[in-house]
């Protein structure tokens, strides 16, 4: 498993950390839904906003229009194996991807990361806090044609939740879990119950506020906690907000001839951060 993918062991000291807090600050169990395919225009037309990033080298992750030009996902997703920072041009968004299908295809003008943001860190706590991707596309996508989900201006601690996702084996639609639960947030990390594998990783993490549907978070990777399975994600509204000043101060570069995957190109079909053969 390569360094950073998210998707790894807890190291002992932040496993502790978690399974402490977790047993501290219990929170009533939920009935976590199984995850149901979204096989059907009908199903899946209210989350067309939610998409494939793909890129150049193969690799996918989920990812999330929150304005007509920024799609939102997880830091690490642009970034290759090695560890090797993927230019805008490397990068695809296909918003309501499904079966080779999508609502609307935009290549990536602009990249904005947390300075804090290390791939390599050592500190788990820092990265999944951190990973977060802010991207700006090159054309916008009509609000008529995908309206944004916005992004929740509350931290939550616990409550229910609901996940669209892409992931291995079920890579060709997205994938709804209406029902699961943030157990518990600290130094910025969610700990959720949430089903998600390789490929999920900056898959919306959803909130119902009224008739509303809003981002509560954004899955970074998993961790094995006591012999459960966890998912991990981080809190949102102060690090979207320095990502979206970040993309005005430093303007976006004029369009540049790269060897980008052209649109109409069929989307690749690996998981993020899996090699060949999904070892």
């Known amino acids: 498993m390569e360094q950073g993918s998210g998707w790894a062991e807890a190291p ?38 939610v998409g494939r990033l793909d ?11 929150i304005a007509p030009d920024l799609v939102l996902s997880a ?86 939740v609901t996940v669209v996702s892409y992931g291995q084996g079920r890579d060709a639609v997205p994938s709804l879990q209406s029902t699961c639960a943030i157990l518990r947030s600290f130094d910025g990390v969610m700990v959720m119950s949430c089903d998600t594998t390789f490929g999920s990783s900056g898959a919306p993490v959803f909130i119902r506020d009224g008739i509303q549907i ?14 459960v399975q966890r998912t991990t994600g981080m809190a949102l509204p102060e690090i979207v907000a320095t990502l979206k000043a970040k993309l005005i101060a430093e303007g976006a570069p004029p369009p540049a001839v790269l060897n980008r995957m052209g649109a109409g190109t069929r989307a690749a079909g690996g998981a993020k951060f899996i090699r060949p053969g999904g070892s």
Do not use: M
């Open 75 to 160: 830091a690490h997703c642009v970034y290759t194996r090695e560890g090797q920072r993927l230019a805008p041009g490397d990068l695809v968004f296909r918003a309501g991807y499904r079966e080779g299908r999508v609502e609307a295809e935009r290549k990536v003008l602009q990249i904005a990361l947390p300075d804090a943001y290390d791939y390599n860190s050592g500190d788990p706590k820092v990265r999944i806090a951190n990973d977060v991707v802010l991207l700006r596309l090159h054309t916008p996508v009509a609000s008529h044609i995908i309206a944004p989900f916005v992004v929740e201006q509350r931290t939550l601690d616990h409550g229910e």
């Open 12 to 49: 002992n000291l932040f496993r502790r950390s978690l399974i402490l807090l977790l047993t501290l600050c219990a929170v009533p169990a939920l009935a976590d839904s199984a995850l149901v395919g979204l096989t059907r225009v009908e199903q899946a037309s209210p989350w067309k906003a």
């Open 55 to 65: 890129t150049s080298d193969g690799s996918y992750c989920t990812a999330t229009l």
């Open 214 to 227: 809003k981002i509560a978070s954004i899955v970074s990777g998993s961790a094995r906690i006591d012999g």
